[in-house]
């Protein structure tokens, strides 16, 4: 199990910006596939955006070209650049933690971080 803890959430009008971040506990940081999910009320959670080791990323549609994943092994933090945010970004952003060890998934999660997009 990691430990995951995000921070950055918070309050944004339309068009604005955030940066969240996600500390990760491990000593085997380099070795996970990070990634951030979202979910809104009443909607199941979903894959925003999920970065390898290597630096190699992924991106739902509704966000690819707005929002940006990365991460810095040596400090064991994956960072999600929202930009150009709208209305229906508004969810609880959670990061997540992902390893594959003879074909069983570890999967560790973070306590989340809301994000409310609004005039």
């Known amino acids: 199990q990691v430990q995951l803890v995000e921070s950055g959430g918070g309050l944004v009008q339309p068009g604005g910006s955030l940066r969240l971040s996600c500390a990760a506990s491990t000593i085997f940081f380099n070795t996970y596939l990070m990634a951030w999910f979202r979910q809104a009320p009443g909607n199941e959670r979903e894959l925003v955006a999920s970065?390898?080791?290597?630096?190699?990323?992924n991106y739902a549609d509704s966000v690819k070209g707005r929002f940006t994943i990365s991460r810095d092994n040596a400090k064991n933090m994956v960072y999600l650049q929202l930009d150009s945010l709208k209305p229906e970004d508004t969810a609880v952003y959670y990061c997540n933690a992902k390893k594959v060890v003879r074909e069983i998934a570890y999967n560790s999660w973070g306590q989340g971080t809301q994000v409310t997009v609004s005039s």
């Open positions: 970065i390898t080791s290597g630096g190699g990323t």
